[in-house]
């Protein structure tokens, strides 16, 4: 049940990768060697994926409960104890049946909306916007589905400063950050 209620609170996620993926030509559920292709320990990895540009998950499919995660080049924020972990490394992973292994991309726009019983049953009133703070430079942009409309979110960091610019749109967005920066917010 935790699942579902996750799965919807991303279909605005999960929706705006989808059309981004579509443009892109490019899988919804990708193989990391797509994505880092001169990093040679993604060549021949199997049991890690990245959903949409933003989220790697590497599901845990012993009894043990455990595994190694591959995290590459770049900053990665854990779902659920939202630590931050330097990427270009392998790290060790314990988690219940109840806690996929899931990380956030440095410089991801993960948009959150309500949970519903099925896709459409209200409309919706609030986004819930999670960005995962550059370390260094960077930009990345998001359309994030709104009521039938999009609503571009642009985040540009400029190794100092960090903007978050959020188009016109009639809900009420909430900003949570990734990292340890001031966020500005137009």
């Not at 320990?41 to 049991?47: C, P, W």
């Not at 919706?124 to 930009?139: C, T």
Request: aromatic letters at 10%.
């Amino acid at each position: 049940r935790d699942y579902l209620r996750l799965r919807y609170r991303l279909m605005p996620y999960i929706y705006g990768s989808a059309v981004k993926c579509v443009e892109q030509s490019l899988p919804m559920t990708r193989a990391l060697v797509i994505e880092y292709q001169d990093d040679p320990n993604v060549r021949n990895m199997s049991d890690e994926y990245l959903f949409g540009d933003s989220l790697l998950v590497a599901p845990i499919v012993s009894e043990e409960n455990a595994r190694r995660v591959y995290l590459p080049e770049g900053v990665w924020t854990d779902w659920w104890t939202k630590k931050r972990i330097p990427g270009g490394r392998w790290i060790d992973v314990k988690a219940d049946i109840e806690t996929i292994p899931l990380y956030v991309r440095e410089g991801g726009i993960i948009p959150m909306g309500p949970v519903m019983n099925y896709v459409g049953e209200k409309p919706v009133e609030r986004i819930d916007l999670l960005v995962s703070l550059f370390e260094g430079k960077g930009r990345s942009s998001f359309q994030v589905p709104v009521n039938g409309g999009l609503v571009k979110v642009t985040y540009v960091s400029t190794g100092k400063k960090h903007m978050l610019t959020i188009g016109k749109t009639d809900v009420k967005v909430a900003v949570k950050v990734l990292g340890k920066a001031r966020l500005t917010i137009q």
